[in-house]
């Protein structure tokens, strides 16, 4: 466990469905971070949250909704998706008060049907 | 061209082998992640470097800030070593990390 953890861990879901993904941290982390990651690709940056603010939305389609309640709490709120949606979704945090490195979940492993 | 570039993309070697995984980048950094990602998927971070060596057990990670290069080594390669080796980088006023597309190493008993 590395303090970082994602729930589901697995999900398979059809193009209609609507579901969440969610994160959660008790690191005392004030940025919480949803990257995607394809098969052969690096990962790619979806959404920042620093203090409970969505500071960054790297040009991701709006069926992904992001949510950060508070510091410890991140969702990925996914809506009509499509097949090429289906990928490791991860979640990270980190203390941005200095040069400090972040902490990964397991993340949730997503199929879109 | 990614801006962060891994050799080799797959390493096969027999146990006890040392190992090197190399990550080159093209713009300024303020730091160097290496990550090591497990078939499940989970990523542990290994180290973050701004310069120098850091070694972690039998992990040694070195940086040179002038060639834009990174090494991580592994002495003593055992299977449980057996994972995905990413490196990152943090450009220079850029909280964001772009990603290497990773390393697979196999460590064959």
């Known amino acids: 466990e590395t303090g970082v953890t994602q729930t589901p861990r697995h999900l398979v879901m059809g193009m209609t469905n609507k579901k969440s993904l969610k994160c959660e941290q008790h690191?005392?982390?004030?940025?919480m971070y949803w990257y995607k990651q394809s098969a052969k690709k690096p990962l790619e940056l979806m959404f920042v949250?620093?203090?409970?603010?969505?500071?960054e939305n790297n040009s991701v389609p709006s069926r992904f909704s992001p949510e950060c309640p508070n510091s410890s709490h991140l969702f990925l709120h996914l809506h009509t998706l499509q097949p090429e949606d289906s990928a490791l979704y991860l979640c990270?945090?980190?203390?941005?008060?200095?040069?400090?490195?972040?902490?990964f979940g397991s993340g949730t492993r997503l199929t879109v049907v | 061209k990614n801006e962060v570039e891994q050799s080799p993309q797959n390493l096969t070697a027999q146990e006890g082998e040392f190992i090197t995984i190399n990550c080159s980048y093209s713009?300024?950094?303020?730091?160097l992640h290496w990550l090591q990602q497990h078939p499940g998927g989970g990523i542990v971070s290994l180290f973050m470097l701004s310069s120098g060596k850091k070694k972690h057990g039998r992990l040694i990670a070195t940086i040179n800030i002038q060639e834009k290069h990174s090494s991580l080594h592994i002495t003593a390669s055992h299977p449980r070593d057996s994972a995905v080796y990413i490196c990152a980088v943090r450009p220079f006023g850029n909280e964001k990390l772009t990603f290497g597309t990773g390393t697979r190493l196999t460590i064959i008993p």
């Open positions: 713009v300024g950094i303020s730091a």
């Open positions: 690191l005392g982390h004030n940025a």
């Open positions: 949250y620093s203090l409970e603010e969505r500071v």
């Open positions: 990270a945090s980190k203390w941005t008060g200095g040069n400090y490195g972040y902490t």
